[in-house]
């Protein structure tokens, strides 16, 4: 892929300019404010020594992006588009049916919207809504690697194909949503655990550090390995997951939680288990627990270089 678009120079669209840079593309960055140009170049500045320690793509230099106030020069000959609109629907419909109609009908339109469903953004396009598809990712963009990506109704499986394949060339890790739903999937998980500490923090049990001190030196350690699943597959000893439902999964209908457990069926703890398993992929509890303990051990060896006595910031949490 050599040229990427990027329509939409906020913090996020900056985000993909910057990562598509270093993965050696060009980039045509349009914005109808001309105050932009100045603030991509900045955030680029601010962005390009982390993606040089990361490593860059052969033939990667933070000089290779055009401005542009106008649309359909910044989609000409773009390979793939990314649509970066503040997060209205209506403006967003706009914007991309503008985009749809302009592009030819092979090229990706990914819309970096948190929460609109797919179905929605394609409402307007006439030419080939189809290719119209969620490409969510995750701020910093340039440093981290997800992007959901989710079609609508339109969408055949080919065109998720087609956008997995563009994305890893930008060197992103696509996750395609097996069904469109507000919010995809992380952001799902993170306002669930925003709404609890939320919650905690209302209720007086805690400071906003306090919380975040729980997920930095506990949890948020376990979860850049293993995420939710795994980990506690591993809680349940040797019999995985399936033990830890039938020890821990009543206390999913306590009242010390304020969001709503599903009830826990015999089919919802055979999903659970096998999805858990497979994960596992044959590996035992004491396999896993080694690949855990290496990597926690090698990981605070990094953040404490970032903790907050790293700086200077002596008795805070």
């Known amino acids: 892929m050599r040229t990427v678009a990027v329509i939409g120079c906020g913090v996020i669209g900056n985000g993909w300019a910057a990562r598509a840079l270093a993965s050696g593309c060009e980039v045509i960055a349009c914005d109808p404010d001309p105050a932009a140009e100045a603030r991509l170049k900045a955030a680029i500045d601010t962005a390009w020594p982390a993606l040089e320690k990361r490593g860059l793509a052969p033939g990667a230099r933070r000089d290779r992006w055009q401005f542009t106030t106008d649309v359909a020069t910044a989609v000409d000959g773009a390979e793939l588009i990314q649509e970066n609109a503040p997060e209205r629907t209506e403006l967003k419909q706009n914007v991309l049916a503008q985009l749809d ?103 007086g049990v805690a400071t906003t550090e306090e919380i975040d001190a729980a997920v930095v030196y506990g949890a948020g350690l376990r979860w850049s390995l293993m995420g939710t699943f795994l980990t506690f597959h591993l809680a349940g000893g040797e019999a995985g997951m399936r033990h830890m439902l039938e020890q821990f999964g009543p206390a999913l209908k306590l009242p010390w939680t304020k969001l709503e457990a599903p009830e826990l069926t015999d089919e919802l703890i055979d999903r659970v288990v096998e999805g858990s398993e497979h994960q596992a992929a044959g590996r035992s509890i004491t396999e896993l627990e080694s690949r855990r303990d290496a990597f926690l051990t090698e990981l605070l060896e990094v953040v404490e270089r970032y903790w907050p006595e790293a700086e200077g910031l002596e008795g805070r949490i």
């Open 101 to 203: 109609a302009l592009a030819p009908e092979h090229v990706i339109i990914g819309s970096s919207t948190s929460g609109i469903k797919p179905t929605e953004l394609q409402a307007r396009c006439t030419r080939a809504p189809g290719r119209v598809i969620v490409a969510h990712p995750f701020n910093p963009v340039y440093l981290l690697p997800l992007v959901e990506l989710v079609g609508g109704e339109a969408t055949p499986p080919a065109r998720l194909e087609q956008g997995q394949q563009a994305y890893r060339q930008l060197a992103m890790r696509p996750l395609v949503v097996r069904r469109e739903i507000e919010g995809h999937i992380a952001d799902r998980l993170m306002e669930a655990l925003w709404r609890e500490a939320l919650h905690l923090v209302n209720d």
